[in-house]
Nanobody, 118 residues
Framework: QVQLVESGGGLVQAGGSLRLSCVASGSFLRVRFIRTMGWYRQAPGKQRELVASISRDGKINYGDSVKGRFTISRDSAKNTAFLQMNSLKPEDTAIYYC?????????WGQGTQVTVSA
């Protein structure tokens, strides 16, 4: 009953920036009670890893590899999460997935491709 749609991926040169967006929609109550939204990424041959997450009360976590370069934010009123990615590196190349959860369920978007050229 919750759908997540990502946007903003693309091709960028090393050192460049991208801004990803994730919009949650569906059941009013399910969307309303989302606790945490976050971004994960998965590169070919690698496991999915946490990029950043933000809770309803604003608590933020970042993966070690992106600290100081990426910034997550959230507009709860619009059910939207953002990921500002600066100083991108080729190793950031991956499919980026939006995630949202409550006490009972985990929701995932279809992903958006981010490719960083050397």
């Amino acid at each position: 009953q919750v759908q997540l749609v990502e946007s903003g991926g693309g091709l960028v040169q090393a050192g460049g920036s991208l801004r990803l967006s994730c919009v949650a929609s569906g059941s009013f109550l399910r969307v309303r009670f989302i606790r945490t939204m976050g971004w994960y990424r998965q590169a070919p041959g690698k496991q999915r890893e946490l990029v950043a997450s933000i809770s309803r009360d604003g608590k933020i976590n970042y993966g070690d590899s992106v600290k100081g370069r990426f910034t997550i934010s959230r507009d709860s009123a619009k059910n939207t999460a953002f990921l500002q990615m600066n100083s991108l590196k080729p190793e950031d190349t991956a499919i980026y997935y939006c995630n949202a959860n409550n006490s009972a369920d985990d929701y995932w978007g279809q992903g958006t491709q981010v490719t960083v050229s050397a």
